[in-house]
């Protein structure tokens, strides 16, 4: 198991950029598939974006692509997603998930077994 918390969630006007980070104790975060997902009010969580154990390999979801791009650091446990020209409808609360077992780019939340605590993106228009 790992502990993850993120960070970096904000208030930031329609079109602007926000960084999100996600720590991860432990010393094998490496091993760790690992990926961002999202929850708006009264909506489902869903999937943003995956990237692969070493960090080669990214997915994402059609909404995002070509706006955010996923991104980690082994040496330093730390995930991150570049978010920039944000909409509305980016705001939900933004959650990083692990998994040592996960197939790499999966977007189904139940693969993933640890999650962070969320952090708050809100983007007006």
């Known amino acids: 198991q790992v502990q993850l918390v993120e960070s970096g969630g904000g208030l930031v006007q329609a079109g602007g950029s926000l960084r999100l980070s996600c720590i991860a104790s432990g010393r094998t975060f490496s091993r760790y598939a690992m990926a961002w997902f999202r929850q708006a009010p009264e909506k489902e969580r869903e999937f943003v974006a995956a990237i692969s154990k070493t960090g080669i390999t990214t997915y994402y979801a059609d909404s995002v692509k070509g706006r955010f791009t996923i991104s980690r650091d082994n040496a330093k446990n730390t995930l991150t997603l570049q978010m920039n020209s944000l909409k509305p409808e980016d705001t939900a609360v933004y959650y990083c998930?692990?998994?040592?077992?996960?197939?790499?780019?999966?977007?189904?939340?139940?693969?993933?077994?640890?999650w962070g605590q969320g952090t708050q993106v809100t983007v007006s228009s």
């Open positions: 998930a692990a998994d040592l077992f996960a197939v790499a780019g999966t977007k189904l939340s139940s693969d993933y077994h640890d």
